[in-house]
């Protein structure tokens, strides 16, 4: 038999086919730009701000192969971007996918109980039409439907082009995933938002059993559309003798938010040895932890003592390995992180190095006095 046909379409899944782009409200936007230049190799593509006739904030668009990020900064102490950056510091604010009909997902996001936070529009310039609209999500944040089919500009129409690169770039190539941190038993209410209002489907799970240490513990659920092109974990605290990480995020970003930006890279080893020349400061695990790695992953392409040096991480499922390293925070506050992964045919997150990661962790919370 058939399921009815309203709980068919309930589940119908939207017309979103990958991330589009994510913007993130900082306290400074030209800086935050110049950060991910030059740390991270991203090409600046695009501005917005009082130069192109917008007064109120400025917006630089950055891209890294197939990632794009957006920094914005508000120009006016009562600006809603400027209460953000107050309440939460630096963070991920817009989650942004790509939609093949952004209209019909924005009203059937609706209809199934998401709250509206921007009507679909069309926005034109000379390169073409792009149409966004926007629902909300975990905390302050939002998704941005984008549709951009046939769309020739550098970003978004009201952005004027820039060409300011990246002195090394091509080691990022896209976004693999995007984790959200909720509060206290709060996962269960965004797996159904992602299941009712996505149509995505629960992936994988994982409870304190396989993510605790001697002190912290939290659970994950992770959310993917159809085709797994977007992948979205959401964690929330699990009791532990110390105060787990999720609830450490949650008190300095005064709410639920995007904990990490998972991006894939071609070749890990480059991406970290590059990363590293950066400057970029990356999560260390134990010299100890590669004694067993061998026994615990098998036989990989990869010569350990070059995995070793760089401090990358390496997990085994039934379907092949994939190898990780986590960045410290980005900005003041211990919230967004960035993880970079390189898939090796395995389509999990690493279960294996939860522990060592987390060890890593509190060892950060212990500094700062919040364990
Ligand atoms: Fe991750």
Do not use: C
Request: charged share 25%.
């Amino acid at each position: 038999m058939s399921a009815p046909k309203e709980a068919t379409l309930q589940r119908a899944p939207l017309a979103v086919v990958d991330f589009d782009h994510v913007e993130f409200y900082v306290g400074n936007a030209k800086q935050a730009a110049h950060f991910y230049r030059t740390a991270f190799g991203f090409d600046i593509v695009a501005y917005r701000g009082p130069e192109t006739g917008v007064r109120d904030r400025v917006s630089y668009a950055l891209q890294h192969d197939a990632i794009r990020l957006v920094v914005t900064g508000a120009l006016t102490a009562d600006h809603p971007i400027a209460e953000h950056v107050r309440r939460h510091g630096d963070g991920a604010h817009a989650v942004a996918f790509r939609s093949t009909d952004v209209t019909a997902d924005f009203e059937r996001a609706v209809a199934r109980g998401a709250q509206a936070v921007s009507e679909p529009v069309t926005l034109s310039d000379a390169q073409g039409a792009v149409q966004v609209a926007e629902i909300a999500a975990y905390g302050d944040t939002i998704h941005r439907f984008v549709g951009r089919d046939g769309y020739g500009g550098a970003f978004l129409p009201g952005f004027e082009p820039r060409s300011i690169k990246a002195a090394q770039t091509g080691f990022l190539h896209r976004i693999d995933h995007v984790v959200a941190n909720v509060g206290w038993n709060e996962m269960e209410t965004w797996v159904k938002f992602y299941e009712d209002v996505f149509g995505f489907f629960q992936f994988r799970h994982f409870d304190e059993n396989d993510i605790s240490t001697e002190y912290t513990a939290l659970r994950s659920k992770v959310m993917a559309s159809p085709s797994l092109a977007i992948k979205l974990p959401i964690n929330e605290p699990a009791e532990g003798k110390k105060r787990s990480q999720i609830e450490e995020y949650v008190d300095f970003y005064g709410s639920p938010g995007v904990q990490h930006i998972a991006i894939a890279a071609p070749d890990i080893i480059q991406a970290v040895s590059r990363l590293r020349a950066n400057g970029v400061e990356l999560q260390s695990v134990p010299a100890s932890y590669y004694d067993a790695v061998t026994e615990r992953v098998g036989d990989i392409a990869e010569d350990l003592s070059a995995l070793r040096d760089l401090n990358i991480l390496v997990d085994r499922d039934d379907q092949g390995y994939l190898l990780q390293i986590f960045t410290k925070p980005l900005q003041d506050r211990p919230t967004v992180f960035f993880e970079i992964i390189q898939r090796k045919g395995s389509e999990s997150f690493g279960k294996g190095n939860f522990k060592a990661l987390f060890e890593a962790i509190e060892r950060d919370q212990a500094a700062r006095g919040t364990l």
